[in-house]
């Protein structure tokens, strides 16, 4: 029963900073482009500090939800593309195959019962980020859509099991796992897959 509600306060929190993201996308349109450097600082430290205020329930959904809008700022220009060149069906679309993936993986862990915590699923999952950090840092001086779209297939694989091993951790540490720090988790995870799919769908259709 504390399993299901701690989920269920998780998914509230996860899809409010959902909602603030939209809301960031929206408000993009009037951020200066010379911003962009500066907000991707502020997001890296406000991820840092979502965690050290994660005891603290005040600051806690300040931080979180100031980096969602953020977040929101910073995928606006990407979205807007594909709706500057008409290609507006794949944002929807990438979202809602975003969103399919969520709920069934949630679905599977929950009702399954799975525990991933204790495997060692987190070290193949983080030697695959660190792999994709490497790639896209790379691809910045290739500029291979190709190689980018290969990337971006690793991150859809990646973040899917990123899923799995979060809801998986909040399920069995209800009580070691702060709701704010993982309703996050769940974002970065939800954020990554989707704008992957941007790019795998907007390459397959020839919009990359």
Do not use: H
């Not at 998986?168 to 009580?175: F, H, M, R």
Request: aromatic share 18%; charged share 5%; proline share 3%.
């Amino acid at each position: 029963m504390e399993q299901t509600s701690f989920l269920t306060r998780v998914l509230t929190i996860f899809s409010l900073s959902l909602i603030v993201a939209v809301l960031g996308v929206y408000m993009s349109r009037y951020v200066p482009s010379g911003y962009y450097l500066f907000l991707v600082i502020l997001e890296f430290i406000l991820i840092f500090a979502v965690n050290f205020a994660s005891k603290r329930p005040t600051l806690a959904p300040i931080f979180l939800f100031l980096f969602t809008f953020i977040s929101g700022v910073m995928i606006g220009p990407l979205i807007y593309v594909f709706f500057n060149i008409g290609a507006g069906a794949i944002v929807f679309e990438a979202l809602s195959i975003t969103a399919i993936i969520f709920i069934l993986l949630t679905s599977i862990v929950y009702f399954f019962n799975i525990n991933l915590v204790n495997s060692k699923i987190w070290i193949f999952l983080l030697v695959g980020l660190i792999g994709i950090i490497i790639a896209s840092i790379v691809n910045i001086f290739l500029r291979n859509p190709l190689f980018n779209f290969y990337i971006s297939v690793v991150v859809v694989l990646i973040f899917s099991g990123y899923i799995l091993y979060d809801i998986s951790n909040i399920l069995e540490n209800p009580n070691m796992t702060n709701e704010y720090v993982a309703a996050l988790a769940l974002y970065l995870d939800f954020v990554n897959i989707f704008i992957a799919l941007l790019n795998i769908l907007g390459f397959l259709q020839g919009k990359d």
